[in-house]
């Protein structure tokens, strides 16, 4: 009677251990699976940049958002400006060129240093020389590409870096002194 008391026992204990052991594989493989979880997540959330400050992103996002607002609730009469002033300035200069002319614009009207409507920046004295009496805004009619370049920045593109100044390169010795250079496009030069 002990031996067959004993070997159960022994089955009861080899059963526990197994279970015991089926139960910590289950923990771990779960903890695993987790980890690869959380890893691929992270891997998602830096390629989309939001990994590096969630408030950050979420400041970056908030701003899309109303930039995108800002420009779906533009007049008819600012895309007009916009469209010609692009055209005016950039023809020739492809629908990117006419794009980063039209951003210039409304980097402007966000900025504290420029007026706040898109009329009184294209019009300010002395900004943009097209605008002058006779100049080529009055005599232009937007293209294609211009409309192009308007729907791209309606729809959100934004490769500006805040650009506030452009100028066809190598022509401002200003702009070179007292302004930051940011990029070419085009025989057009950016700065900040």
Known sequence: MRKGIKDKLKVYAVDAAMIFLVTQFTVV????????DCAETYKIMQESHLYSDSNKSTEMLIEKIEEKAKVAGISKDEKQILLRIAMAEAEGEGV?????????????????????????????????????????????????????????????????????????????????????????????????
């Not at 493989?29 to 690869?36: G, I, N, T």
């Not at 020389?129 to 409309?147: F, T």
């Not at 650009?163 to 070419?184: D, H, K």
Request: hydrophobic share 30%; glycine share 6%.
């Open 96 to 192: 990117y060129g006419k794009a980063y002319v039209i951003r210039v614009v409304l980097n402007r009207v966000q900025s504290e240093e420029f007026p706040d409507t898109i009329k009184k920046v294209v019009f300010q004295k002395n900004q943009f020389s097209p605008v002058r009496d006779n100049g080529r805004y009055w005599d232009v009619e937007p293209d294609a590409e211009c409309y192009e370049a308007y729907n791209m920045i309606e729809n959100g593109w934004d490769e500006s870096a805040g650009a506030l100044y452009f100028s066809r390169t190598g022509s401002s010795p200003w702009m070179q002194e007292n302004t930051t250079f940011l990029y070419e496009v085009g025989n057009h030069s950016f700065y900040r």
């Open 29 to 36: 493989a779960k903890a695993d699976r987790q980890k690869r």
